[in-house]
């Protein structure tokens, strides 16, 4: 049985940071591609980083230089580093899991779509004032 716990949300200051945390069981992080979301109120679920089963780490455009993702495999945690929080930033963020090392979207140095991603944690809440 696969869980994924998310954990360090919370409520900042704009130009502040958070790292997000997803401890994983009944899963081994190294062995596969792996990734956040956010999700806006209102608005559908973004994929905003992911790193595949290489090590190999993907940003979406917007949050490049700003979000950097990365694994303790010690740990079997993946990690969302957020820094320079912007209100827009607002979301519920989510950790997934895909069941393959890499996909057709990660090859390519692209951020996979929701549905290529098999496993959720329950999501964490950012709120940027």
């Known amino acids: 049985h696969v869980q994924l716990v998310e954990s360090g949300g919370g409520s900042v200051q704009a130009g502040g940071s958070l790292r997000l945390s997803c401890a994983a069981s009944?899963?081994?992080?190294?062995?596969?591609?792996m990734g956040w979301f956010h999700q806006a109120p209102g608005k559908g679920r973004v994929g905003v980083a992911v790193t595949d089963g290489g090590g190999i780490t993907i940003y979406a455009e917007s949050v490049k230089g700003r979000f950097t993702i990365s694994r303790d495999n010690a740990k079997n945690t993946l990690y969302l580093q957020i820094d320079s929080l912007k209100p827009e930033d607002t979301a519920v963020y989510y950790c997934a899991a895909g069941e393959q090392g890499a996909n057709w979207y990660t090859v390519r140095g692209r951020v996979p779509p929701a549905v290529d991603f098999s496993y959720w944690g329950q999501g964490t809440q950012v709120t940027v004032s």
């Open positions: 009944g899963y081994t992080v190294s062995n596969y591609y």
